[in-house]
């Protein structure tokens, strides 16, 4: 096989090239890592499930204008005109809905007069149906029956009021009883009022999902229904006919009562791109830094390289009219251009840990996977091959007499 | 001398294309990256209230339960009802003013311009130092008085985007605006302000437009209007409502004027003063812990920058360091490539120094050129970040200073690379080139 020894004698005689070289790929191993990594993070962000038919609901809400003493009944007509348009499969009313921009947050406590609560949860508020509207799976225990719902006015009325039962999410349940006995266990969100647990969901993302685990599933359902004025009316349809429906849901409510100011509508999955549009965003422009990081080390592996065949014109026609072939050639350039790269990525793997440390010392960014470690090696290799093949071709094809001839 | 460097980087230019294309390519897209990211974290992390930043205060106070204490936790950003309306009536600050914000439901009148449905309007709740202490313009009318807020005068000033769509931007003081069943009297417009980013109230849009309407804080509680932004309670509330004046919550910002640092450390004893008050009275369970943040301290406090902005520059610069040594290289190679012309140089009697200056010329032409291809791609990528449908997109833009530093980072940082290939040029010693060739 080829010596390295003549190779890292030339490399010694261009040392300032050489380093350049081994620091660039340094830096682009190194940020290249992290940016790949933060956009792995950003992606599991983007596909953390919500546990609602997201393509199957949309939203849409009204205001009354002025102080309207009792808007259930509004809600109630407003409600039996949603349900009898056509495509529309189930109505309700809710409190706050997923990706919405508005939130409820409790402390959740175990026993009463726990000083500080043992998680928080995020609140939805429904009407018995909720969970099957919402396409939620019920794991264990029940829904709501009618009988347990109370109006919003009246639960307002009380502080401490005592509510028929909660249903809380799996993650919940697995939280606060891990022995996965929660159904008939009580909880304590409002002071020392006992909530006893009626059902367990499988999932239901918080209205803002932030870090893509478990704690963005804290969520429980209250037994109480809002109405227009402090809720949101959501509907489930065919993913085909939500344009349709939504269109024909808002000329309903202006036909229920059209002294009302209408709120922004649209559907759950158009609610979900946007509270993740800046994700999104940020994955393209990771993505596009890496693809600019990798394009310019290339080019910089073949302007050097470039380079160094012209130099070595007259080496590279010694070494031919000794009997070298134009294969041992190239596998020069190609042995150089590894030897190189290596070091570079040894470099820069330190650099990428380092990189990594910082971040996770500045954001909530956990360690860098060590698989990152061969794999970003492996792209370095490769590019660094593709990028001196050019070059390096150039050489072999060098014939050794016009070398010779000295017309450097 | 320097022309005639200048004609010669030309020149060598000339001879090899690609490889100064590609060094010209490589710095604009580093200055490109870099200059995109820069003007959005400066649009962001700027100063909001010019010339008198310093002079604003936010007012902390730590009113939570004993039981929920953590040492060295920042006390809560917001005031209960009591505490705001307490020191607003001690006045012990040049200026002060609470707040919080709201939407209204508004039904505009028959004529108003383009048939103009019912709508839900933004609004701001607060008193009448608002105006003066934030120095906001005015373009017609002017701000309520402090006799209005003890009257819960019915009364609003609009902001012109809010006056444009109402009233097709005529001056509108003295007319009425139909909000939530009741009329409201217009005694000012506001000319254009907008805050970025929203300082006062981050809770309603870290860098959202301008709200619409500004009434009374007591107005707003009389008539029942809708309240926005964030709301924190704490124990059991015997209290029906958390609104009410003794509610345990925080809900209401509170900002006050000092002028001289003397006024500030005042303002400051007050505050621990008022607390320990509070406390021997039962009503504050923590020991006094206040804060007072001028503007730019308040904004760094809250993280307002948004991480990811702040991710994006420092990868832009990381990506910048590359594409320098990226030319550091290329140049390297092109300097050396010249040898026999530096030989020649050299031996026809130029010193050392008049070479590295020809070299050096040369990194900054290609930086020069880099320059004007890296603003071109810095405002498409401008343009690429206003496309983003996110609120604090709209602010972003390039101006003068930022105009002004892509040449200065292009130059600078194209001399920079050039300092060692230029190192290496007069090095080229004169006898073994000539020798050679």
Redesign the interface.
């Known amino acids: 096989m080829l010596q390295l020894r003549p190779i890292l004698s030339t490399l010694r005689r261009h040392r300032?090239?050489a380093l350049?070289?081994v620091?660039?790929i340094a830096?682009?191993c190194a940020?290249v890592c992290n940016?790949v990594f933060?956009i792995s993070n950003r992606i599991d962000r983007l596909h953390f499930g919500s546990g609602v038919a997201i393509d199957e609901l949309v939203e849409l809400g009204t205001?009354?204008?002025?102080?309207v003493d009792d808007a259930a009944p509004g809600t109630r007509e407003d409600l039996a005109a949603l349900r009898a348009l056509p495509g529309v499969r189930a109505a309700n009313v809710m409190s706050v809905i997923p990706y919405g921009n508005q939130v409820r947050v409790s402390g959740v406590s175990m026993v009463p007069d726990q000083?500080?609560p043992t998680i928080s949860v995020a609140m939805y508020s429904g009407d018995a149906g909720l969970p099957a509207l919402l396409g939620l799976k019920m794991v264990a225990g029940r829904d709501f029956n009618a009988d347990e719902v109370v109006d919003q006015a009246t639960a307002d009325?009380d502080?401490?009021y005592r509510y028929a039962g909660v249903i809380i999410t799996q993650a919940v349940a697995q939280r606060l009883f891990p022995d996965g006995d929660a159904v008939g266990k009580s909880i304590y969100i409002f002071?020392?009022t006992p909530l006893r647990i009626v059902g367990i969901v499988e999932r239901l993302v918080s209205p803002d999902p932030e870090h893509a685990n478990q704690t963005d599933l804290y969520s429980v359902i209250l037994p109480v229904r809002p109405t227009f004025d402090n809720g949101t009316y959501v509907l489930r349809t065919d993913p085909t006919q939500r344009d349709t429906v939504l269109k024909a849901a808002v000329a309903a409510l202006e036909r229920v009562n059209p002294?009302?100011?209408?709120?922004e509508h649209g559907t759950f999955e158009d609610l979900r791109g946007?509270y993740y549009?800046?994700d999104l965003?940020?994955v393209w422009?990771?993505a596009g830094?890496c693809v600019?990081?990798l394009v310019?080390?290339a080019?910089?592996i073949v302007?050097?390289a470039?380079?160094w065949v012209?130099?070595r014109t007259k080496m590279i026609g010694t070494r031919r009219a000794l009997g070298a072939t134009r294969g041992q050639i190239l596998r020069y350039f190609q042995t150089e251009n590894l030897l190189l790269t290596t070091a570079g990525i040894a470099l820069g793997m330190l650099g990428a840990f380092a990189i990594n440390q910082w971040?996770m010392t500045?954001?909530e960014l956990p360690r860098l996977p060590l698989v990152y470690l061969p794999l970003g090696a492996l792209a370095l290799w490769l590019l660094g091959q593709v990028a001196v093949l050019a070059p390096a071709r150039r050489a072999a094809a060098l014939a050794p007499a016009h070398a010779m001839r000295g017309l450097s | 001398m320097f022309l005639y460097y200048f004609d010669l980087a030309l020149r060598s230019f000339r001879s090899a294309r690609g490889?100064t294309a590609?060094m010209v390519l490589?710095i604009a897209?580093g200055i490109g990256?870099s200059m995109t990211t820069l003007t959005t974290f400066r649009a962001l992390s700027g100063d909001p209230l010019p010339g008198r930043s310093a002079n604003v205060l936010r007012v902390q106070l730590d009113a939570g339960l004993k039981?929920?204490f953590t040492p060295g936790k920042e006390p809560d950003t917001q005031l209960t009802r009591f505490d705001a309306e307490t020191l607003l009536r001690e006045k012990h600050a040049a200026r002060q003013a609470m707040m919080a914000g709201g939407g209204v439901?508004v039904?505009p009148a028959a004529d108003a311009p383009g048939g103009l449905?019912?709508?839900?309007a933004t609004a701001r709740y607060t008193s009448a130092d608002f105006f003066p202490m934030f120095q906001t313009p005015f373009l017609y009318g002017q701000a309520w008085n402090a006799a209005d807020d003890g009257a819960n005068a019915p009364v609003v000033v609009l902001s012109k985007a809010f006056n444009d769509k109402l009233f097709g931007g005529a001056n509108s003081v003295g007319r009425n605006v139909h909000a939530?069943?009741?009329d409201l009297r217009v005694v000012g417009v506001l000319d254009d302000w907008q805050p970025v980013p929203y300082f006062f109230d981050l809770n309603v849009g870290r860098f959202r437009k301008t709200e619409g309407m500004f009434l009374p804080f007591g107005t707003a509680l009389e008539r029942?209007l809708g309240f926005n932004g964030s709301l924190s309670c704490w124990g059991?509330?015997?209290t029906?409502h958390p609104r009410e004046l003794n509610a345990p919550c925080s809900w209401i910002q509170y900002w006050v004027e000092a002028d001289t640092p003397a006024d500030r450390a005042a303002y400051l004893d007050y505050l621990t003063r008022y607390s320990a008050q509070q406390h021997a009275a039962g009503r504050f369970q923590r020991d006094p812990n206040p804060r007072l943040r001028d503007v730019m301290d308040w904004l760094s406090s809250q993280h307002v920058v948004?991480?990811?902005v702040?991710?994006?520059v420092w990868?832009?610069f990381?990506?910048l360091?590359?594409?320098l040594?990226?030319t550091?290289?290329?140049l390297?190679?092109?300097c050396?490539?010249r040898s026999p012309e530096i030989g020649v140089r050299r031996a026809l009697g130029a010193p050392r120094r008049q070479i590295f200056a020809q070299f050096l010329v040369e990194a900054g032409t290609i930086g020069l050129a880099g320059g004007v291809l890296g603003l071109a791609f810095a405002a498409f990528g401008v343009w690429c970040v206003r496309q983003?449908?996110?609120s604090r997109a709209q602010w972003v833009h390039l101006d003068a200073t930022a105009l002004l530093i892509t040449f200065a980072l292009a130059i600078g940082a194209s001399v920079l690379a050039g300092l060692?290939p230029a190192w290496?040029a007069c090095e080229v010693s004169p006898a073994s080139q000539l020798k050679s060739s």
């Open positions: 300032t090239a350049l070289i620091v660039e830096l682009t940020i940016a933060l205001r009354s204008i002025g102080n000083p500080t009325k502080d401490n002071g020392n002294h009302r100011v209408a709120q946007d549009r800046t965003s940020m422009l990771l830094v600019a990081l310019v080390t080019f910089g302007g050097l470039s380079f012209q130099q971040l500045q954001y | 490889l590609l490589t897209m990256a039981a929920t439901n039904e449905k019912p709508f839900e939530d069943g009741a029942k059991d509330s015997a029906p948004p991480e990811d702040r991710l994006q990868l832009a990381g990506f360091a590359v594409c040594v990226n550091v290289g290329l390297l190679a092109k050396l490539r983003g449908s996110s060692l290496k």
